[in-house]
Each structure stands twice: as structure tokens, then as C-alpha cells.
């Protein structure tokens, strides 16, 4: 992901999922994939709004963490969350306490 973000990438959160998960033939990560790139398009759109008119979209820097909250979001509201489970590796991913039985 650094080399993402030394790269340029505004959301290189998105972009090593789409590296890692979509193959050829694996439609689920595809669909999943293409809705974080759109949701990420209006997270620039809406970060461009707040500023003047004539201000190009490539030079407009969405939130810090935008690109793994629109990762998780979409995750979750698509495969669902197992409670007292995280993601590893993942940066600032929260660790919640499992459940009690």
C-alpha cells in the first residue's frame, strides 16, 4: 500500500484489493471492486464540491482513512460481519472484544 500511496493513488486501499482479489472469472471480487471504485469517485466528487469551481478533480485529496472505510462498508454490507472477528493487517482496523457466550 505504500507503494500505492508513493504512487499517487488516492485510495490505496482499493486499488491492493482489486490487485490482490479480482482474477479473470471471479465475479463476486469484480462487482465488489467496481462498487468501491464508484463510491470512491463520489467521495472525490463530493471533496471537490467543497472546493472552488475551477479546481481540477486530480488535485483534490479525499479523507485520510475514505479508502478503507469505503473497503470495509462494502465488505460488510456484502459478505456481513462475523462478531469478535477483525481484518489483520489492515492498518487502523478496530479489534472488537468477542462476545460473551
Known amino acids: 500500500m505504500d507503494a500505492r500511496r508513493q504512487g499517487g493513488s488516492k485510495f490505496p486501499e482499493i486499488d491492493v484489493f482489486g490487485d490482490v482479489y479480482v482474477r479473470p472469472g471471479n465475479e463476486l471480487a469484480e462487482s465488489l471492486h467496481t462498487t468501491m471504485v464508484e463510491r470512491s469517485q463520489l467521495v472525490l466528487q463530493e471533496s471537490a464540491s467543497q472546493l472552488s469551481p475551477d479546481t481540477p478533480i486530480e ?13 470495509t462498508e462494502t465488505l460488510d454490507q456484502t459478505l456481513g460481519r462475523r462478531p469478535g472477528t477483525y481484518c489483520r493487517g489492515m492498518g487502523n482496523a478496530r479489534r472488537r472484544e468477542p462476545r460473551p457466550r
Open 59 to 71: 488535485s483534490v485529496d479525499p479523507p485520510q482513512d475514505a479508502g478503507f472505510q469505503i473497503l
